[in-house]
Protein backbone atom coordinates (compact mmCIF):
# COMPACT_ATOMS: atom_id res chain seq x y z
CA UNK A 1 0.00 0.00 0.00
CA UNK A 2 2.79 2.46 0.48
CA UNK A 3 4.19 2.13 -2.78
CA UNK A 4 0.97 2.85 -4.17
CA UNK A 5 0.58 6.00 -2.06
CA UNK A 6 4.24 6.95 -3.42
CA UNK A 7 3.47 6.58 -6.45
CA UNK A 8 0.14 8.22 -6.67
CA UNK A 9 1.71 11.23 -4.77
CA UNK A 10 4.21 11.16 -7.98
CA UNK A 11 1.60 11.40 -10.47
CA UNK A 12 0.09 13.62 -9.18
CA UNK A 13 2.92 16.02 -7.76
CA UNK A 14 4.05 16.09 -12.00
CA UNK A 15 0.55 16.91 -12.62
CA UNK A 16 -0.02 19.74 -10.63
CA UNK A 17 3.59 20.52 -12.11
CA UNK A 18 2.99 20.65 -15.94
CA UNK A 19 -0.55 22.38 -14.50
CA UNK A 20 1.50 25.38 -12.99
CA UNK A 21 3.98 25.65 -15.77
CA UNK A 22 1.47 25.72 -18.76
CA UNK A 23 -1.46 27.37 -16.56
CA UNK A 24 -0.94 30.99 -18.37
CA UNK A 25 -1.04 28.79 -21.75
CA UNK A 26 -4.20 27.16 -20.33
CA UNK A 27 -5.97 29.76 -19.48
CA UNK A 28 -5.43 31.78 -22.52
CA UNK A 29 -6.97 28.60 -24.75
CA UNK A 30 -9.53 28.38 -22.51
CA UNK A 31 -10.67 32.14 -23.10
CA UNK A 32 -10.44 31.50 -26.97
CA UNK A 33 -11.95 27.96 -26.35
CA UNK A 34 -14.78 29.84 -24.92
CA UNK A 35 -14.73 32.71 -27.53
CA UNK A 36 -14.84 30.84 -30.24
CA UNK A 37 -17.56 27.88 -29.22
CA UNK A 38 -19.93 30.82 -28.09
CA UNK A 39 -19.46 32.68 -31.31
CA UNK A 40 -19.92 28.84 -33.07
CA UNK A 41 -23.02 28.53 -30.95
CA UNK A 42 -24.70 31.55 -31.69
CA UNK A 43 -24.53 31.42 -35.17
CA UNK A 44 -25.40 28.00 -35.72
CA UNK A 45 -26.33 26.59 -32.77
CA UNK A 46 -24.95 22.92 -33.36
CA UNK A 47 -23.25 21.33 -30.56
CA UNK A 48 -20.84 19.57 -33.39
CA UNK A 49 -19.69 23.08 -34.72
CA UNK A 50 -19.59 24.47 -30.67
CA UNK A 51 -16.92 21.58 -30.17
CA UNK A 52 -15.26 21.88 -32.49
CA UNK A 53 -14.54 25.72 -32.18
CA UNK A 54 -14.37 25.28 -28.93
CA UNK A 55 -11.05 22.89 -29.65
CA UNK A 56 -9.68 25.11 -32.61
CA UNK A 57 -9.94 28.43 -30.53
CA UNK A 58 -7.83 26.28 -27.07
CA UNK A 59 -5.12 25.32 -29.35
CA UNK A 60 -4.91 28.59 -31.49
CA UNK A 61 -4.79 30.36 -27.71
CA UNK A 62 -2.58 27.43 -26.25
CA UNK A 63 0.22 27.29 -28.79
CA UNK A 64 -0.49 31.07 -29.72
CA UNK A 65 0.61 31.79 -26.07
CA UNK A 66 3.51 29.75 -26.28
CA UNK A 67 4.94 31.21 -29.34
CA UNK A 68 4.30 34.84 -27.32
CA UNK A 69 6.16 33.89 -24.40
CA UNK A 70 9.11 32.56 -26.03
CA UNK A 71 9.18 35.75 -28.28
CA UNK A 72 9.09 38.07 -25.62
CA UNK A 73 12.18 36.05 -24.08
CA UNK A 74 13.88 36.92 -27.37
CA UNK A 75 13.40 33.57 -29.31
CA UNK A 76 11.90 32.54 -32.09
CA UNK A 77 8.02 31.39 -31.54
CA UNK A 78 7.85 28.18 -33.49
CA UNK A 79 10.67 26.41 -31.93
CA UNK A 80 8.54 26.42 -28.83
CA UNK A 81 5.43 25.37 -30.32
CA UNK A 82 7.39 22.32 -32.24
CA UNK A 83 9.03 21.21 -29.03
CA UNK A 84 5.64 21.61 -27.01
CA UNK A 85 4.21 19.15 -29.95
CA UNK A 86 7.26 16.94 -29.56
CA UNK A 87 6.99 16.61 -25.71
CA UNK A 88 3.40 16.13 -26.02
CA UNK A 89 2.69 14.23 -29.13
CA UNK A 90 0.94 11.50 -27.25
CA UNK A 91 -1.53 13.11 -25.31
CA UNK A 92 -2.32 15.28 -27.54
CA UNK A 93 -3.07 13.23 -30.13
CA UNK A 94 -5.13 11.44 -27.35
CA UNK A 95 -6.74 14.78 -26.25
CA UNK A 96 -7.76 15.92 -29.76
CA UNK A 97 -9.27 12.91 -31.28
CA UNK A 98 -10.84 11.73 -28.17
CA UNK A 99 -10.89 12.85 -25.02
CA UNK A 100 -11.49 16.72 -25.58
CA UNK A 101 -14.42 16.10 -27.78
CA UNK A 102 -16.28 13.57 -25.40
CA UNK A 103 -15.64 15.39 -23.01
CA UNK A 104 -16.67 18.95 -24.08
CA UNK A 105 -20.13 17.17 -25.77
CA UNK A 106 -20.87 15.54 -22.57
CA UNK A 107 -20.50 19.03 -20.29
CA UNK A 108 -22.64 20.90 -23.13
CA UNK A 109 -25.74 17.97 -23.18
CA UNK A 110 -25.43 18.17 -18.96
CA UNK A 111 -24.58 21.64 -18.31
CA UNK A 112 -26.29 23.75 -20.79
CA UNK A 113 -24.44 27.31 -21.10
CA UNK A 114 -21.92 27.37 -23.21
CA UNK A 115 -19.12 29.21 -21.17
CA UNK A 116 -19.90 26.93 -18.45
CA UNK A 117 -19.39 23.93 -20.51
CA UNK A 118 -16.67 24.87 -21.98
CA UNK A 119 -14.40 25.66 -19.12
CA UNK A 120 -15.89 22.24 -17.23
CA UNK A 121 -15.51 20.06 -19.89
CA UNK A 122 -11.93 21.64 -20.57
CA UNK A 123 -11.13 21.50 -17.18
CA UNK A 124 -11.51 17.50 -17.40
CA UNK A 125 -10.30 17.08 -20.37
CA UNK A 126 -6.78 18.94 -18.98
CA UNK A 127 -6.80 16.78 -16.59
CA UNK A 128 -6.76 13.71 -18.50
CA UNK A 129 -4.42 15.47 -20.31
CA UNK A 130 -1.63 16.07 -18.21
CA UNK A 131 -2.13 12.74 -16.57
CA UNK A 132 -1.12 11.23 -19.88
CA UNK A 133 1.26 14.07 -20.58
CA UNK A 134 2.77 13.70 -16.93
CA UNK A 135 3.91 9.84 -18.07
CA UNK A 136 4.63 10.06 -21.60
CA UNK A 137 6.62 13.50 -22.01
CA UNK A 138 10.11 13.34 -23.08
CA UNK A 139 12.22 14.23 -20.58
CA UNK A 140 15.36 15.74 -22.92
CA UNK A 141 12.52 18.23 -24.66
CA UNK A 142 10.82 18.93 -21.37
CA UNK A 143 13.96 20.29 -20.95
CA UNK A 144 14.80 22.15 -23.95
CA UNK A 145 11.48 24.24 -23.39
CA UNK A 146 12.70 24.72 -19.78
CA UNK A 147 15.47 26.02 -20.36
CA UNK A 148 14.31 27.98 -23.33
CA UNK A 149 12.13 30.62 -21.00
Known sequence: M????RNLRSVC?????????YALLDAAGLVLGVVAASAAHAATG??????????AGENVGFYGMAAVRHKLAGKGGTCT??????EFALAECID???????????????LGPVAVAVVSGGLVAD?????????????TTAAAVRSSR
Open 127 to 139: LVYYTIASRCARP
Open 81 to 86: VRALWR
Open 13 to 21: AEILALARR
Open 96 to 110: FALVRPVALVLATQA
Open 2 to 5: TRLR
Open 46 to 55: RTDLLVLAAI
